[in-house]
T-cell receptor, first 115, second 111 residues
Framework: GAVVSQHPSRVICKSGTSVKIECRSL??????MFWYRQFPKQSLMLMAT?????????EQGVEKDKFLINHASLTLSTLTVTSAHPEDSSFYIC???????????FGPGTRLTVT | KQEVTQIPAALSVPEGENLVLNCSFT??????LQWFRQDPGKGLTSLLL?????REQTSGRLNASLDKSSGRSTLYIAASQPGDSATYLC??????????FGKGTKLTVNP
């Protein structure tokens, strides 16, 4: 089956610093990748959609200058949380879509804690 | 705007019991519906995907049904086991390729 990895799985950073999270499709090419955020006891909320080689499309209310998304290749997308604040602490999950199957394949998630 | 609701929010059952989790959605114009399992602090495991043209899908002890016209889906788990304890998420995909998730049902199966 299709495998999506995320790195790191956990990260703790100080307020005001930036953190980069990587999402990789290991055995397939992902034309589209999605980034979600999940707060405790809440559902997954879509943050943005990224297509390889083009700018990401952000959902309403998500600051594009704060959450920088780069989808430079068909197997790698990165999410950079800039000038992180404690309220950015959350579980970030990516998913990848081949464009062939209708299914999205999810990564294991990254737990971000901002102190 | 699509909204997905899952009932109940939490469910506790004794081992061996059969159970049903419910999912409803407001916009019936969907491409597919997917059920996921999420263990605490972990990512999502896809359980079943039902295309809009299908009525149900089965995998082992799991059976998911879809009634698109009424905006409902159910996930039936037979002979529940403690290892089934997790949060179960329902998500629907519309024309924009985006998945809209419910808040999930937290299932606890007691030995």
């Amino acid at each position: 089956g299709a495998v999506v990895s995320q790195h790191p799985s956990r990260v703790i950073c100080k307020s005001g610093t930036s953190v980069k999270i990587e999402c990789r499709s290991l055995d397939f090419q992902a034309t589209t990748m999605f980034w979600y955020r999940q707060f405790p006891k809440q559902s997954l909320m879509l943050m943005a959609t990224s297509n390889e080689g083009s700018k990401a499309t952000y959902e309403q209310g998500v600051e594009k200058d704060k959450f920088l998304i780069n989808h430079a290749s068909l197997t790698l997308s990165t999410l950079t949380v800039t000038s992180a604040h404690p309220e950015d602490s959350s579980f970030y999950i990516c998913s990848a879509y081949t464009g062939v199957s209708t299914e999205q394949y999810f990564g294991p998630g990254t737990r971000l804690t901002v102190t | 705007k699509q909204e997905v609701t899952q009932i109940p929010a939490a469910l506790s059952v004794p081992e061996g019991e059969n159970l049903v989790l419910n999912c409803s959605f407001t916009d019936s114009a969907i491409y597919n519906l997917q059920w996921f399992r999420q263990d605490p602090g972990k990512g999502l495991t896809s359980l079943l995907l039902i295309q809009s043209s299908q009525r149900e899908q089965t995998s082992g002890r799991l059976n998911a049904s879809l009634d698109k016209s009424s905006g409902r889906s159910t996930l039936y788990i037979a002979a529940s086991q403690p290892g089934d304890s997790a949060t179960y998420l329902c998500a629907v995909k519309g024309g924009s390729e985006k998945l809209v998730f419910g808040k999930g049902t937290k299932l606890t199966v007691n030995p």
